[in-house]
């Protein structure tokens, strides 16, 4: 988490330069996507409980419809940082 955040700091303070690396690979002009790095928020935050919540909702959906072939406990296996429940 640390290096993202470390990473995302840098991107927020030097739209240019992200839209410069990111034009040829997206075959967006720098300009359009400096716009839009401008607007754009960074980091990375824990998930949220009621996001889990809503994912084991999907998952037991999943199952029940054998899309899936076990049951799974989402909470146990999203990574949540060093966040305490």
Do not use: C
């Not at 690396?21 to 960074?42: C, Q, T």
């Amino acid at each position: 988490m640390e290096e993202v955040n470390k990473v995302s700091e840098w991107a927020k303070s030097n739209p240019a330069e992200v839209a410069k690396f990111l034009s040829p690979v997206l075959g967006i002009n720098a300009d359009i996507l400096e716009i839009a790095e401008k607007r754009r928020d960074y980091g990375v935050l824990p998930i949220a409980d009621e996001v889990i919540a809503k994912q084991q909702e999907v998952a037991d959906a999943f199952y029940k419809i054998k899309l899936i072939p076990k049951q799974i406990n989402v909470k146990e296996i999203v990574w949540q940082g060093n966040r305490r429940n």
